[in-house]
Structure formats: structure tokens, C-alpha cells
């Protein structure tokens, strides 16, 4: 193991080389702040800075270290006068991870070296947890990503957004036409976030693609995502999910809601005239032999918009601790005033009310404009 | 995480003749996942517990994770002769059952 230790005094240098020696690990000296800094390029896994360094002292020299991410898991410890109560204030401000008492012992050294090698490699498993972590998400980011890649260009009367709850959204928004040319669109809300819920994404978004291009109903197609759901995920992992089908010609839709807040049909108004309920169980839980496609259809005459969202939507909550609530969305959409449309008003007005906070829960918002 | 607190699961538990209740209060999401299978794990374990009860009154939020975690209980539950109530679900919480549709899935009182 490589040790810095910073000390201005040479006879405690050579008092601590011995210690190292014996011990076999290897003695990065430095003799002031500067140099201590310095001596960080050579990688130490453990530095001792004593807290009256020339130039720069050992307190502001650990609170340099702590504050780079590069370093902040080396751990420091610091040589001070234990009787000095501002050495004490000093100490539990600048992010040490130990102290040894003036003047050293040989035998004080060598057991505070021992005792810290647990703590090197608790900070160890926590680099690789997190090294793993983020390769993790990278990979069921990749995922998300090439499912949505799978899908016809963008179609314009279509908006969607999202805002996740960590490093990217979890839901997922996907949408193919049948070779009669109607419109199948699928938001779905999965269980957890990452990779588990890429995991699911894969044999949902495999089953509507196939489904669709071949032409099946909406019916068909939630009874074959329940079946594969409830065959491969383990209990207690779902997707509340809603699936539509709008006619080649506009003047239907017919939906399927397990899960989701209710879908809103708004005409020119602004005036709900529908509330799509969720009336049944979300994907993956019920029973194959017990699962209910039934949909609900609607006309769409007088219809201008519907309005699809994910619970992390409603169930958003400011720094007060409010949810934005359904009310409140009902409220935004029947808004006369201003020239924005639906869309952005629901998407400008959910950001105002997070104030720049994360949701805890991935949003995600899908309009679609029957003009 | 956001830059809110975070907020706990507290769970309270009470046994009454054959009734052992699990009161949960505060934030009921994936977090509480350890805590509150310990809690159930020892009424489920207790034979002489024949009713578990899950008193949501004081849940104050409850998110999907929490939702997968009561479908696991209720599966140990149904592998015992035991039964499983949801009670006094909040206005959120009981908003949050029915568009799920759990009341498909539990007796909720």
C-alpha cells in the first residue's frame, strides 16, 4: 500500500518510514501542504497530514481532498493536539476519517494503518458498487433506447414528454400502425426503475410491435402482454399500462386502461368530456385465465385531444410535500386563457409546480391532437 | 432521490387475540422493502396469528414499488390458512388502490 504522510518534522518522517517499512507498505513523504498536494498524483491509499503543515495546513489540505471526487474516498487522517478545542471544531469540518494524537508512537502508527484498511476497502466496494451501478443503467439505458429506435418516425400529431426520477425514464412510450393503418399507441409504467424495468420493456414492446404489424386487436394484444409479464416477472413487479387504437379515419378510439390515471378526452373547449378509467388490474398480475381485455370505445366527433399520463404525473410533489393531483390537471387543461396548447400547458405548469425538484417518480405525458 | 428529506416507513405492530396489525406510517415506496418484510415475516411465522391487518391510515404516499411489495405479501399469505385486510386506506392511498384496481385483489376496509 502506498502512504502519504505529510509531516514538517524529519525525525517523525523517519520514525514513520520505519513503521511502513516493517509493515511493507510504501512512504510518500511531504513535508509541507504544497507538497502533500502535490504527492495526491501518486495515487496514495491512505494519507496522514498533520494539522500544522507550512503553506497549506493539514485541515484545508483534507478539505481540498474530500472535495475532489477524484480523491474524496482516499481516507485522512490527521496528527493534531488533541487538548485544543478549536483543533476539534476544525476537525469535524474538514471531512477527516481519523485522527492520531501528537507526539507518535510507533506502536499508535501501525495500529491505526490496520485499523483503516477496513475502511479502504469498505470505500473499495463502494467505487466498484457504483462503477457497476452506473454500467447498469448505461446498459438499460442502450436497451430503452433501442426499443423506441424500433418505432415509424416521429408522427406529429403526437407529443410526448417525460421527466425521470433518476437517470433516465423508466416508462415507455411506443406507438406502430396495423397494416390497415390504424393507430396503436402504448404508454407503460413499470415497477421500479433501470434495468428492471428495461428488463420488462424488452417482451412488452417485442409482443406490440409483432401484434401491431400483424394486425391483431388491442384486446389480443393486452391479454398476450399480461400472459408474458405474468410468465417471466416475479410477483410484485407490473406495469400499469394503457393501450389505444385509433381508427384509420379518426372517428374512433378505443382504449384499454390497467393502472393508468384516467385518459381525458377534451374537445375545443377545453372541456373534459371523458374520463377513460383504469378498470383493470395493470399487466402482470392477474391470472392469464382470469384476465379482462374488455375495452371501452369512443367517439371521436367533437373530440380534440386526449390526454395520456403516468401516475408520477398526478402523484408529483412540490417541496411542500402537495401533490399536483388530478384536480389540478383537470383545472390546467380547462384553462381558456392563453394561446399555449394543451401539451405545453400541462408540461410548463408541472415544471413550475416541481420548482427544478426530481420527481420521485418518473412523468410521463402523451397528447394526442385529433385537429 | 430528490432533494427532499427523505421519509421513513415507521411501522407500529399490535397483536390482539389472533389479530396482529401492522401500522405503517410516513412513506410506504421501495426503500421500506427490508423493513416491512421483517415486520410480516414474524406474523406470518406466528402461528397462533390468524388475521394480518395493514393499517394504511398514516401512509402519506405510496408508490408502485409499494404496491409489488403487498402483492408479495398477500402470495406468502395465501400459501397459509391465514387472511389479509388492507384497512383505513388514506384518500391517496385509496385513489391509488382503485385505479390499480387492487380491490380486485384484497379486502380493503
Known amino acids: ?371 | 432521490m430528490n432533494s427532499l428529506t427523505p421519509k421513513k416507513l415507521h411501522i407500529n405492530v399490535s397483536a390482539i387475540n389472533n389479530t396482529a396489525t401492522l401500522h405503517l406510517s410516513g412513506h410506504f415506496s421501495f426503500g421500506a422493502h427490508r423493513e416491512f418484510k421483517n415486520a410480516y415475516k414474524i406474523q406470518i411465522d406466528n402461528a397462533s396469528i390468524s388475521n394480518i391487518v395493514i393499517n394504511l391510515a398514516d401512509v402519506q404516499y405510496l408508490d408502485s414499488s409499494a404496491l409489488g411489495m403487498l402483492l408479495i405479501l398477500r402470495e406468502h399469505v395465501q400459501s397459509t390458512s391465514k387472511t389479509l385486510t388492507l384497512s383505513r386506506p388514506s384518500t391517496i392511498t385509496s385513489r391509488t388502490f382503485d385505479i390499480a384496481g387492487f380491490d380486485q385483489l384484497f379486502s380493503i376496509n
Open chain 1, 1 to 371: 500500500m502506498k502512504i502519504l504522510f505529510a509531516h514538517s518534522d524529519a525525525g517523525s518522517l523517519k520514525m514513520v518510514e520505519a513503521v511502513l517499512l516493517a509493515e511493507g507498505h510504501e512512504l510518500i513523504a511531504a513535508i509541507d501542504g504544497t507538497d502533500a498536494m502535490l504527492a495526491l498524483q501518486e495515487n496514495p491509499d491512505l494519507i496522514f497530514l498533520d494539522t500544522n503543515l507550512p503553506e497549506i495546513s493539514g485541515f484545508e489540505c483534507c478539505r481540498l481532498i474530500k472535495h475532489k471526487d477524484q480523491h474524496r474516498h482516499i481516507p485522512v487522517v490527521l496528527l493534531m493536539p488533541t487538548e485544543d478545542a478549536t483543533a476539534w471544531a476544525r476537525y469535524s469540518e474538514c471531512g477527516a476519517d481519523g485522527f492520531m494524537e501528537k507526539p507518535l508512537h510507533p506502536h499508535v502508527v501501525r495500529a491505526k494503518i490496520r485499523q483503516l484498511f477496513k475502511l479502504i476497502d469498505i470505500y473499495q466496494r463502494l467505487d466498484n458498487n457504483q462503477h457497476h451501478a452506473e454500467q447498469e443503467i448505461r446498459l438499460a439505458k442502450h436497451m430503452f433506447d433501442s426499443i423506441t429506435k424500433r418505432q415509424p418516425k416521429e408522427i406529429d400529431f403526437l407529443n410526448f414528454w417525460s421527466l425521470s426520477a433518476g437517470h433516465f425514464c423508466g416508462d415507455l412510450f411506443i406507438y406502430e400502425r396495423t397494416p390497415d393503418h390504424h393507430l396503436h399507441i402504448f404508454l407503460g409504467d413499470f415497477t421500479g426503475h433501470g434495468l428492471a424495468a428495461a428488463m420488462s420493456a424488452l417482451p412488452v414492446s417485442d409482443v406490440f410491435f409483432a401484434m401491431t404489424r400483424n394486425g391483431n386487436s388491442i384486446g389480443e394484444i393486452v391479454s398476450e402482454l399480461n400472459l408474458k409479464l405474468y410468465e417471466i416477472m416475479p410477483t410484485g413487479k407490473f406495469c400499469a399500462a394503457t393501450l389505444l387504437r385509433l381508427d384509420a379515419d379518426y372517428a374512433k378510439v378505443e382504449i384499454w386502461n390497467g393502472g393508468l390515471p384516467p385518459l381525458l378526452l377534451v374537445n375545443r373547449q377545453n372541456n373534459i368530456l371523458h374520463q377513460c378509467e383504469s378498470f383493470h388490474l395493470p399487466l402482470g398480475i392477474a391470472e392469464p385465465s382470469e384476465f379482462n381485455s374488455q375495452i371501452q370505445k369512443f367517439e371521436l366527433s367533437g373530440i380534440h385531444s386526449i390526454v395520456i399520463c403516468s401516475d408520477g404525473l398526478v402523484e408529483a410533489q412540490n417541496s411542500q410535500g402537495e401533490c399536483f393531483g388530478e384536480e389540478r390537471l383537470a383545472q390546467i387543461i380547462g384553462r381558456k386563457l392563453g394561446e399555449q396548447c394543451i401539451f405545453n400547458r400541462i408540461k410548463s405548469s408541472t415544471l413550475a409546480f416541481l420548482e427544478g425538484l426530481e420527481p420521485h417518480d418518473d412523468v410521463s405525458l402523451a397528447v394526442i391532437n385529433l385537429d
